[in-house]
């Protein structure tokens, strides 16, 4: 099994920056994917960023530009860095990993972007 615990969710004005952190442990593999996905009340769990070891990241098209998503692989720790955040980036995100063998999500922390 593999847990996951997610932090650096808030309450942040229109173009300002928010980091989220994602710890993973247990039993985890050499080769996995870990990356973010967010959820609002009206909508269905929407990708957002993900990043593989070793390999390059990607994004969704609404965050490109404004999010970016180093892992450092010691810690077993994927950030999702947001800048420039705008109202509808407000959601719940969560954090997602994957391997061969498993597929586990964090319990989501919430990012309100508001004046």
């Known amino acids: 099994q593999v847990q996951l615990v997610e932090s650096g969710g808030g309450l942040v004005q229109p173009g300002g920056s928010l980091r989220l952190s994602c710890v993973a442990s247990?039993?985890?593999?050499?080769?996995?994917?870990m990356g973010w996905y967010r959820q609002t009340p009206e909508s269905s769990r929407e990708w957002v960023a993900a990043?593989?070891?070793?390999?390059?990241?990607r994004y969704a098209e609404s965050v490109r530009g404004r999010f970016t998503i180093p892992r450092d692989n010691a810690k077993n720790t994927v950030y999702l860095q947001m800048n420039n955040l705008k109202p509808e980036d407000t959601a719940l995100y969560y954090c997602?990993?994957?391997?061969?063998?498993?597929?586990?999500w964090g319990q989501g922390t919430q990012v309100t972007v508001s004046s």
């Open positions: 997602r990993y994957s391997d061969t063998w498993h597929v586990e």
């Open positions: 247990g039993q985890i593999r050499e080769i996995n994917d």
């Open positions: 990043k593989a070891r070793g390999a390059a990241p």
